[in-house]
Nanobody, 123 residues
């Protein structure tokens, strides 16, 4: 089992920045990908960003956050970050961290999920 705990959510004004953290523990964290997803009220959960856990450090983003959000990891701390810049009210959602142990692409099919952290962007 892998436990994922998100932190860093909160209220931020449009145009501001926020950094989310996801601390992983439990089973050796040798996932293929670590990802961030979000779910806004009344909408389905959507992919936001992902990073390859080892090797290439490749990163992946959904179009709406490309250039504004940055995903990174600290392997020594088993922690993944999501730096959110130039946020807009459309970024308001519960943000979830996830870990994937299969090599079938970074945008879905994750195995473990955190409880989520609320991000609210005021206009």
């Amino acid at each position: 089992q892998v436990q994922l705990v998100e932190s860093g959510g909160g209220l931020v004004q449009a145009g501001g920045s926020l950094r989310l953290s996801c601390a992983a523990s439990g089973r050796t964290i040798r996932a293929y990908f670590m990802g961030w997803f979000r779910q806004a009220p009344g909408k389905e959960r959507e992919f936001v960003a992902a990073i390859a856990w080892s090797g290439t450090d490749s990163t992946y983003y959904t179009d709406s956050v490309q250039g504004r959000f940055t995903i990174s990891r600290d392997s020594a701390k088993n922690t993944v970050y999501l730096q959110m810049n130039s946020v807009t009210p459309e970024d308001t959602a519960v943000y979830y961290c996830a870990a994937k142990y299969r090599a079938s692409g970074p945008r879905g099919g994750y195995d473990y999920w955190g409880q989520g952290t609320q991000v609210t962007v005021s206009s």
